[in-house]
């Protein structure tokens, strides 16, 4: 039988892939890629469904570290939020899935690598392009987006098969991982509907109001609350703290790689506080020149994370300049809590630049006299004052 490894998510189309490429004489080898999403009942629920559905054997690889070090954490130095709302909760997670499924592909010398992609989003060219250029000898297969098969079909075809699986289920698709899920479903595909509050895997559970502290040392999580713990910890916790207020949802609109627009829901409370707090910290710390090009840059490295060119080199370029802006990104900032909203209300610095014995500002100058900004100003405006000469004598 030709050997060949599947990307297994547990959802229903890499399910289906399973006796479907069975049926077609692949000896099927299915890899979980954990990106936080999933806990350890999860991880062996998975295995479990898997084994069922009749692969060969099945691999869970932890790549939680290794994706908050290569990807999170830039997301987080740049402030990344594509088109200003959506943390790339997903897209950003899929290279490092099909890097480490790549890995597997390898040790097991599998002619053949799978996955469950469709024909109508972006992670059919995340995980292709990956492949593409790091395997090229390997071929590449996507029975869903190949045959065009639907939802419905998948589900009947598994019926069929004598596994359980239900439509009321799997109308919604779900990807869970620690930056974040994303919720996809028929209110997804049309502008003016919206998510009803049961596609959210998580419900609102608290009231009232709450402060938290979060901690960050050169750009990167150090605690919460006083506590210190490292980065992928603080992430977890502040999800733990703010999910249950229903904090984190909305619906990206974008762009597509394939070029079409598209809209996704999404629930991640963690990375938009986590980025909010962050980005408030920089603008206390960081000077004028640091953040107008951090924000240009920024702006361009999700760009290049979103479309799948994370291999493009200069990544690694953009990745260099964000991790030398955050040396004095240190300190403190407190965030309040509420259902559906969070506020950032302020931080504390040993680098903070605003440092009253040079002025208060409305209030005091303690570093220049009147004198100095009336010259100052007439500087300034000398130029505009000879365009406008000019432009009035034509």
């Excluded at 980065?231 to 949802?249: C, D």
């Amino acid at each position: 039988m030709k050997k060949i490894v599947l990307a297994f998510s547990g959802g229903l189309d890499t399910p289906f892939c399973v006796p479907h490429l069975k049926a077609h004489g692949f000896e099927v080898h299915t890899v979980t890629v954990h990106t936080g999403g999933f806990d350890e009942q999860e991880v062996e629920r998975i295995e479990k469904r898997a084994l069922e559905l009749g692969a060969k054997s099945h691999t869970t690889v932890d790549a939680v570290e290794e994706y908050y070090k290569k990807g999170i954490k830039y997301l987080i130095f740049g402030n990344v939020l594509k088109n200003a709302t959506y943390p790339l909760s997903v897209s950003s997670e899929r290279i490092f899935q099909a890097l480490e499924v790549l890995k597997i592909v390898k040790k097991m010398k599998a002619g053949y690598v799978a996955h469950g992609s469709t024909g109508a989003g972006n992670d059919q060219v995340r995980f292709d392009l990956v492949f593409d250029v790091l395997a090229p000898e390997v071929k590449i297969l996507a029975p869903v987006r190949d045959n065009n098969f639907q939802r419905k079909f998948e589900i009947d075809y598994l019926v069929e098969k004598g596994f359980k699986f239900s439509w009321e289920k799997s109308k919604y698709s779900i990807n869970q991982g620690i930056w974040g899920t994303s919720v996809g479903g028929v209110e997804t595909l049309d502008s003016e509907k919206y998510l009803p509050e049961e596609a959210y895997p998580h419900q609102v559970i608290k009231k009232g109001e709450e402060i938290i502290t979060i901690d960050f040392k050169k750009g990167e999580l150090t605690g919460v609350n006083g506590k210190k713990m490292s980065s992928v910890e603080a992430i977890k916790e502040i999800a733990k703290l703010a999910t249950p207020y229903g904090i984190g949802r909305d619906i990206h609109v974008g762009d597509t790689i394939i070029g079409i627009k598209g809209r996704v829901g999404f629930e991640a409370a963690a990375p938009l506080i986590i980025v909010k707090a962050h980005h408030l910290l920089e603008k206390h710390v960081l000077v004028k020149g640091q953040l107008n090009w951090k924000d240009q840059i920024s702006a361009y490295y999700g760009q290049l994370m979103h479309e799948a060119q994370y291999l493009d080199p200069t990544a690694r370029d953009m990745e260099a300049f964000l991790e030398s802006t955050q040396k004095n990104v240190t300190g403190t900032v407190s965030v309040m809590l509420r259902p559906y909203c969070f506020s950032v209300l302020g931080c504390k610095s040993k680098f903070d630049l605003m440092k009253s014995e040079f002025g208060a500002y409305g209030e005091s100058n303690n570093s220049y006299t009147a004198e100095d900004i009336i010259g100052f100003t007439k500087v300034l405006a000398n130029p505009l004052r000879i365009y406008y000469n000019v432009s009035e004598k034509k």
